[in-house]
């Protein structure tokens, strides 16, 4: 800070900012309000279909986003603005007075080019001022300066960051005044420098500081841009590659630390995460400078290997996760083509002792997949994307991919998608977890990044009004999800764990379920209605896959939950508009199909369940009841989302409301079920007896019928023969079951078959 600039310094301008700010915040929280209560409530009420749905909705979404961001940014510019402002009053202040005070001790001070100049004045009145006091009023002088300097250029540093945060639109970071954002900056930079340190010589204490740095701050957008930068791409793989050589002769923290290695990788995942969120040139070029790093070797071991373990955790940048998972792929097929196994194309080379660059205690960390998986499932718009491109082409030299695609007994090679060749052909690398037991991580992992693509949100999180619409992309690798399924249970059935995720992501495509069981070929989007694209599945693979997701307890609890969920949201719409789809053919109202596919899809679920139970006897149901036991919160979550295809009454028929509406019925029909923290009005517990057939097929009946009256109730038009009448419905609907199963799965659980058997 110049000493005549500090000294001379007119704020009228930087005042006339404030205020200027201080309207725009008023003006843009004002915006905020209104485009959160009346753009994006009015267009989430509209009766919106199809691309429509998925385009429009999306759009309207990310701008009422962009209001609320820009109100946030708005907020923190005119606080830091506000408070640096008033800093920089307080040190001309303090440089008046200390001038002042020097030449009431006969000392003075002047400006000199951009500096100063202290000494005692000319003549008798300065011959007794001592030097040492001359030098203390320079140091005060020098140290107004500097705390003024730092101010400003603290405070232009981190406005730059902060409208560097966004490449399009705005930022979301907040902050309350400059020293918040400046203390911020000043934290990643120190942490930086201790990361990179040799990890051998880091200190108990600085590993400590480190690490509850990076826990207290990850969430920080300023700070984890900093420290990202501050370290380096090329140092971040180097930290964390080192910090866990086990060959290495000095261990960092004499080992005192392994036990909080697991809590270090994720802090330092969410914090690398965040920081890729940002659009600043800096940070545009450390994500460039990692996706070259990640190519060569570290420490002997893969760039890749090391980096897909600090990404387990947050919400990684789309396009750098794309760009990195097309690198990682690229490597892959050229190994494939190469004849080469994971094992080969990922393996340690550095000799000695294996790295285990994972402190989880999931796996070792050796498949680079693994942890890349696990930042797609948290990354939905990236996953889908990736498991929807290309991962060879039928082409391509060297390609061993070869299949019956015509059903003329001939082979020929065929492109494979992402999806395809990670879920069907790829040969996973077996791992341990930390107790030896071989790992399902990878597998796992890979289900629920496939929830995440499909789905549009999170695994593990419920659809809400942005994501309930499904786009085209996301439907159709549902649909390839369907259809691999039904061409080889096995590659379910045998990995059973992934039916949790499977199961979840069937939950919220149970429109496209119930329109692939409908006999007839019109009028599915007025009988089973869906926001957004749905997936065209054959009657047949639907069959084959609901039997597979019905043989694991946790794809039957959630598929079941899902089915009940949207069932009872239908009753209420069609009770609501008897009008809005009647089959001209048959002469029967929305009610009665919508009662007889819900037969279907239990009876298909059944005939699975009841095969394990004749397979494993008393001790599947009781897994299954478990199953039924731990999804009871989650299911009650779905009913409160209505899976956003309820339809508001006064909007007419057709006009799909997402979340606000949910069913009546469908909460009390989940409880039911579940039976978890309450029970229905008749203190039952349903679907309990998954090994009788029957029991499924009676349980699947009441609810419908019980149904059906909530449904008249909450239409205020109750219809006593469609409560009479809907259960002979839902019967017809386990005909078709049975048929289906006995027609398209050989020799397998067949219903009626188990029991007479």
Known sequence: MDFDTLLHANFGKLDAAVSDWNTLVSNLEKLDTDAKDGLKKTAFGGDWRGVNSDVTRKFISKTVGEFADAHTQA?????????????????????????????????????????????????????????????????????????????????????????????????????????????????????????????????????????????????????????????????????????????????????????????????????????????????????????IAVEKPVNGVSGYVVMSNLMRWGDYDDDFLTSYGSGMMAKEQEGVRNGRSPDQIWGYNGGGLWPHLNATGTDHGFDPMTGYMKALSNSPDAATQFFNSEFIDKDADGNPYKRDTDGNGKKGHVDLTNFQYLFEERDWMREQDSKGDESISGKNYLAAALEAATTGHPAGELPTSETVAHSKEQADLYKSVVESVSKKPDLLTGNGYMSDSFGQMTAEYMPDINRSLRSGTEGEGDLFIAPGATADLKESDTTRFLYALGRNPEGYAAVTLGQHNYTSNLLEYHSANPDAFIDGNKGLRASHQVGEVMGEVQGILGAGRAYESEIQGGEADAKYNAALDQASTWGGALAGTGIGLLVAPTAGPGAIVAGDLAGTFAEEAISAITGGMKKDSTDEVLFRNGKEWDSTREDTAQLLERGAEAAGKASGSPNQELERSIASSAEDGFNNAATNVKTYIDGEGRPRDLQEE
Do not use: C
């Open 75 to 291: 907020d923190s510019i005119r606080n830091i603005l506000r408070d640096t402002a008033s800093e920089l009053r307080t040190f001309k202040g303090d440089l008046t007075e200390a001038i002042s005070n020097a030449q009431n001790r006969n000392i003075s001070v002047r400006p000199n080019g951009t500096g100063f100049i202290v000494r005692a004045v000319d003549g008798d009145a300065g011959k007794d001022v001592k030097q040492g006091d001359v030098d203390s009023v320079r140091d005060q002088i020098k140290g107004i300066l500097d705390k003024a300097g730092e101010s400003d250029s603290t405070a232009a540093r981190v406005l730059r960051s902060l409208v560097d945060q966004a490449d399009k639109g705005f930022g979301d970071a907040s902050y309350k005044d400059r020293d918040q954002a400046a203390d911020a900056v000043k934290t990643a930079e120190d942490l930086a420098e201790l990361a990179k340190k040799d990890p051998s010589k880091l200190t108990v204490e600085e590993f400590d500081r480190l690490n509850a740095g990076l826990a207290k701050y990850n969430k920080d957008d300023l700070f984890a841009e900093a420290f990202a930068q501050k370290l380096g791409a090329q140092g971040t793989l180097d930290f964390w590659a080192k910090l866990n050589d086990a060959n290495a002769r000095d261990f960092p923290m004499d080992g005192k630390r392994l036990d909080q290695y697991s809590e270090l990788q994720k802090n330092l995942s969410l914090t690398l995460a965040n920081a890729t969120q940002s659009a600043s040139p800096e940070m545009s070029s450390w994500k460039t400078d990692m996706l």
